[in-house]
């Protein structure tokens, strides 16, 4: 806002009414309630009295706390700063106010670096503000009153304030420094800001837009470069050198009124800017022109071309404009947050898709209605400012998933619906970006409506977390870019293959412990063991849940036979138990454990057992597990013997021969 042609419009605009409370009201047929709209949902109003009871607000950003996650809302009063939480943007709670370092003022200006908020105003000896703002997360009894963490004071007064995020730079701009054109702040270590330089050969900076130069000239790639809003110029400034700032160039065009603000496009190939005098004269409301958005191509720094400008319908001042993947949202006074298609930018071209009018009584050009807005929250809310009423959370619906989360277990397909409801850069293909070895389907879009997408094959991309786009690609190579979280499991666990102790074995009865294990599967979290003495499970002498792959019994068993089993557990829930081993607690010594030449087969048996290695003349005894001979044969040679065992009971019994032991098995 150009403060010498607003203080006698803010001093009349101070009598006009507050507005009432709204809460979450879905645009539809063009109205939220009170409020014109197109494509962008009312969540939440909070009025003035509610944050601070300051007379205005001004400019608005927001931050994500990276310990808890939580949106966070920072609200420019004209007596200091407002922090909200609108992590639940329906019900947004107000956590308390900064106050302002010096006198209260009309103008406030506010960016992030870091965990940390930087504050400047045109308050004299206000100076530059630091916020931590990670003490958020901490509010327990709000509202309370919040103290700075730290402040500079190389500069009193201030309009704005830009921060490059790579480089740890804050521009500050409008100060009674360096001719009120760039102030440069190091910022990099936030509780001790220091001067870096200036620049001030162009004169008075309204804003600016800073960046570690990522864009298409190779001549000033990795170099920090600023966008200096310049009241009748738009100039491009190398701050590489901090000490010896050089513009590189200046741009205008004709009927210029008040170069004010403007931000670079998706592809940083073009800046597009408000001007905030070229709507008409302020005296008159005869014929004015359209708010007009001014456009750049900058893909060569050292010659920029003016494209032109948009002109909507609307005759409202232009204020901060923003630009969020391919969608430009701008803040308007009187016509609140318009949102525009900027994907044919490239031929001058941009195209209104939403809007959400914050103040319905008219399009005047007037300086009331919203300061400012911010796209950027990822949870895709947008925070707009209404100077005097307080500030809006508002949910624009251009592009909306029927479900953008899945949290899936050995599922290998999904479908969901993407709703257009904007006249976009139609046609429209379908795409996934961001998870590989999976298929897409989906009939390309011709006109605003839903189209269902089948994603198969989600298997072979293995189980993870995967944090994909839907894409939806114009035939020109531009893109609009939808946020898809698809976190896979492979399914249920597979019934583990048990190891020891082996089927149908032989323990001790003076062991003092048993090691049972499986193998390992890398799909299971953890793992069910237990112990019976019954093959049906009926009687469980022994049920531990464990994350290992084995399990370590430390008390003895009495003799007998005894059935042991495990089943695995994942998110995605328990899978089949394993199958069944059985194994016998009974008196074994040293000549059991011996070698021996004899053999047993088969071992489980049915009906007839096979013996191989006897000795002549030699006497074969059965017992059961309890010691109790139940059969006893005689043989003369020892090749070929067979016993018949079929009036044996099912278990395992011992078959003892000159001081040999075969333990086996009868079925």
């Known amino acids: 806002m150009n ?14 009414c507050t507005q009432p409370s709204f809460s979450q009201t879905p645009c539809t047929d063009g109205m939220a309630g009170i409020y014109p709209c197109d494509n962008v949902d009312l969540l939440a109003f909070v009025p003035l009295e509610d944050i601070g009871g300051g007379d205005n607000t001004n400019d608005i950003w927001g931050w994500v706390s990276p ?25 947004p709670v107000y956590l308390g106010l900064l106050p302002t370092h010096s006198a209260n003022s009309l103008w406030r200006d506010m960016e992030t670096y870091n965990n940390y908020c930087f504050i400047v105003s045109e308050a004299s000896f206000h100076g530059l503000q630091v916020f931590d703002m990670l003490q958020l997360d901490n509010v327990t009894n709000p509202p309370v009153d919040f103290d700075e963490s730290a402040h500079y004071d190389d500069f009193g007064h201030c309009h704005t304030l830009s921060i490059d995020p790579v480089s740890g730079f ?8 360096y001719e009120g054109g760039l102030h440069i702040v190091d910022i990099s270590d936030p509780l001790n800001p220091t001067l870096a330089g200036g620049f001030g050969l162009d004169g008075y900076t309204h804003d600016c837009f800073s960046w570690t130069y990522d864009g298409p000239d190779p001549d000033y790639a990795g170099k920090q470069i600023v966008f200096a809003c310049n009241e009748d110029e738009l100039t491009i400034v190398d701050v590489t050198d901090k000490t010896d700032c050089q513009a590189i160039e200046s741009y205008s065009y004709a009927d210029v009124g008040y170069i004010h603000q403007g931000w670079i496009s998706k592809d940083k190939s073009y800046f597009m800017l408000d001007d905030e005098l070229d709507e008409g004269d302020l005296s008159e409301q005869g014929n004015p022109t359209g708010t007009r958005t001014h456009l750049f191509d900058v893909h060569d720094l050292d010659n920029a071309e003016y494209l032109g400008f948009y002109e909507s319908d609307n005759p409202s001042i232009d204020h901060n404009l923003y630009v969020e993947d391919q969608f430009v949202y701008e803040s308007n006074y009187r016509s609140g947050v318009r949102v525009l298609d900027a994907v044919h930018v490239s031929d001058g071209t941009l195209n209104e898709v939403g809007y959400f009018d914050l103040y319905p009584a008219n399009d005047f050009i007037q300086y009331s209605g919203t300061w400012s807005n911010y796209p950027y929250l990822p949870s895709g809310i947008n925070l707009a400012t209404d100077m005097y009423g307080g500030f809006f959370i508002l949910q624009p619906s251009l592009i909306n998933l029927s479900q953008s ?29 961001g998870i590989s070895n999976v298929s897409l389907s989906a009939a390309p879009m011709t006109e605003p409506g839903t189209v269902t997408v089948t994603i198969s094959d989600l298997l072979d991309a293995g189980p ?16 609009y870019e939808v946020p898809l979280t ?8 597979v019934a583990p293959a048990l190891l020891a102790v082996p089927d149908n074995s032989f ?10 294990d499986w193998v390992a599967d890398p799909n299971t979290t953890s793992y069910t063991f237990e112990l019976a003495t019954d093959e049906a499970f009926s009687d469980i002498i022994e049920t531990q849940n464990t994350s290992l792959n084995s399990y370590l019994l430390t008390f003895n068993l009495p003799d007998g036979t005894y059935y042991w089993r495990v089943k695995g557990m994942n998110e995605c829930g328990t899978g089949q138990w394993s199958a069944v081993y059985q194994f016998a607690v009974t008196f074994v010594n040293v000549i059991e454990l011996g070698a021996s030449n004899l053999q047993v087969f088969p071992n489980p048996a049915s009906e007839t057992l096979y013996i191989n290695g006897l000795n002549d003349d030699s006497i074969i005894t059965i017992s059961d597990m309890s010691g109790r001979e139940v059969k006893r044969f005689g043989f003369n ?20 021969t000159a001081g040999t032991v075969v333990r086996f098995v009868k079925k």
């Open 507 to 516: 323990i001790s009865n003076s062991a003092e412990s048993v090691l049972f």
């Open 405 to 433: 989360t899945f949290d899936l277990c050995g599922v290998n397909e999904i479908i969901l619906e993407v709703e257009v409801n904007a006249e976009l850069a139609f046609p429209l293909t379908i795409a996934l970006e």
């Open 486 to 493: 698809i976190t896979l499991s492979a399914g249920t666990p």
């Open 464 to 479: 993870g977390t995967y944090y994909a786009t839907i894409a939806l690609q114009t035939n020109f190579g531009e893109q």
């Open 67 to 91: 310990n808890t996650g939580k949106e966070y809302a920072i609200v420019g009063c004209n007596n200091g700063t407002a922090f909200v939480d609108v992590s639940n943007p329906v019900q």
């Open 637 to 656: 040679h020892a090749e070929n013997v067979q016993l018949n065992i079929s009036e044996l009971s099912s278990g395992s019994y011992l078959l003892r």
């Open 3 to 16: 403060k010498l042609y607003k203080l006698n419009v803010v001093i009349a605009f101070l009598l006009f």
């Open 170 to 177: 804050c521009y500050c701009n409008g100060t009674g420094t």
